[in-house]
């Protein structure tokens, strides 16, 4: 038995004609091992990135304690003589005020401005009364009040980053706030990807009786990219034994190949003779819809994914099972799971119980609520459908028929990449 078959052999229910979503997943992350190769990339072009280091500040940040508001800093046990104070000078961000404050006196300061020597308090300035360098202090002042500390938001040496986050804008920020100019990442993943089909026609030429144009490789590169992947686009290959290994070989030498087409079982037989040849691919039949055939395994280093040839059942697949599998490979330790949210079905939708079905859904207000609508025709070749969607209706491996007025589980297509 081959390596990847005995991992998922070990699996509890692992059946590969009547595989469950939950459990394709499962298994296909329990035969991948995520790449450990790191580089080096300056703060500012490290967004979509993720983490090679953990990262723990060498400084606070706010450095000194400061003000949070514009208006007059005073030491607040002089509050409780007498309410009126004497103008000092002014402290700006960036422009400290230099000299002691004495009883009886105040600063003026602005946002971000270091606290002066001496005061704890900030008076906002739209509630105090001026009268030259006078102010007068109104009651009902808290000591401490509008004051930033120094390590309010960063703490030297209490980790605020972990290997394998993933960096969004806010993480960028945050480094650059370190004043760190350069993060350790983990290298790109390089993932190849081919389309299979003797019908297949490329853009440029005229359409023959029977011929499609290749539409799954744009869709692909589309979603890979989004990803933030390295792509490799092999193009388009006939269903002929010799083409197919010569591509398959050639696209083994990356991290990932994604195929569509080939895997379904009128054409599986001579796919998985190929295969056997050049590596371990397991053939599954996965309990859902669109997406039932679908090939996973390794050919050489490379983890291949065998995707249907239908254009929906193409981005089913990506999204619930290469998506998690590549960023797993990519090294990212955070939570990346795409969220089920809750929505309320306008109208019924037929299903049965026995398959985890992806319906193309439009989430849209009525009201107060959050419903959602099918988008018309779901047949598997239908890629309009995902076209008009902005989201997926996730139909459970054991739900029946849905009525209107039912809650549904929805996956937002925005904000996935
Ligand atoms: P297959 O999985 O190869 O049996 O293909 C299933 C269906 O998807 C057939 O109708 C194919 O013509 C169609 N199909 C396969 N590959 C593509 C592609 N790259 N672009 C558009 N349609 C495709
Ligand atoms: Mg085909």
Request: charged share 25%.
């Amino acid at each position: 038995m081959s390596g990847i078959e005995q991992i998922v052999s070990c699996l509890d229910d692992y059946d590969p004609n009547a595989l469950r979503v939950d459990k394709a997943r499962e298994a296909i992350r329990a035969c991948i091992t995520p790449i450990s190769d790191v580089e080096r990339v300056k703060t500012g072009e490290a967004v979509g990135r993720i983490l090679a280091e953990d990262i723990v500040p060498k400084i606070n940040v706010p450095a000194h304690d400061n003000s949070a508001m514009d208006g007059y800093a005073l030491r607040f046990s002089d509050l409780e003589k007498n309410n009126s104070f004497v103008e000092a000078g002014t402290a700006f961000a960036g422009r400290p005020f230099g000299g002691k404050v004495g009883p009886g006196e105040c600063v003026r300061v602005m946002t971000g401005a270091v606290m002066p020597a001496g005061t704890d308090t900030v008076v906002i300035q739209e509630v105090v009364k001026r009268d030259g360098d006078r102010i007068t202090v109104p009651p009902g002042q808290k000591q401490a009040q509008n004051v930033r500390y120094a390590g309010e938001d960063l703490k030297v040496g209490v980790a605020v980053l972990s290997n394998g986050q993933y960096l969004r804008p806010a993480e960028v920020g945050l480094i650059a706030s370190l004043g760190i100019g350069e993060v350790k990442v983990k290298r790109r993943l390089r993932v190849a990807f081919f389309s299979t089909g003797d019908e297949l026609a490329s853009i440029g030429s005229t359409l023959k009786e029977g011929e499609v144009y290749d539409s799954n490789r744009y869709t692909l590169h589309g979603m890979l990219s989004r990803l933030g992947v390295e792509v490799i686009d092999l193009g388009v290959v006939r269903d002929d034994p010799a083409a197919l290994e010569a591509a398959f070989r050639k696209a083994s030498q990356y991290d990932a190949i994604v195929t569509t087409g080939g895997v379904s079982v009128g054409e599986a037989d001579f796919v998985k003779q190929l295969m056997a040849k050049l590596g371990e691919v397991l053939f599954w039949k996965i309990a859902m819809r669109p997406g039932r055939p679908m090939a996973f395994g390794k050919i050489q280093n490379s983890y291949l994914f065998g995707l249907p040839g239908n254009p929906v059942a193409v981005m089913v697949t990506f999204y619930q099972f290469v998506r998690d599998a590549l960023l797993h490979l990519s090294g990212r330790n955070d939570d990346y799971a795409i969220p089920l949210l809750k929505a309320i079905s306008s109208e019924s939708i037929r299903k049965v119980p026995g398959r985890t079905e992806y319906q193309r859904g439009v989430l849209f207000k009525e009201g107060g609520d959050w419903k959602v609508r099918i988008t018309g025709q779901q047949g598997s070749g239908v890629l309009r459908s995902m076209s008009e969607a902005n989201c997926f209706i996730v139909l459970e491996h054991a739900r029946g028929k849905v009525e209107a007025g039912e809650p549904v589980s929805v996956q937002l297509f925005e904000g996935l990449a």
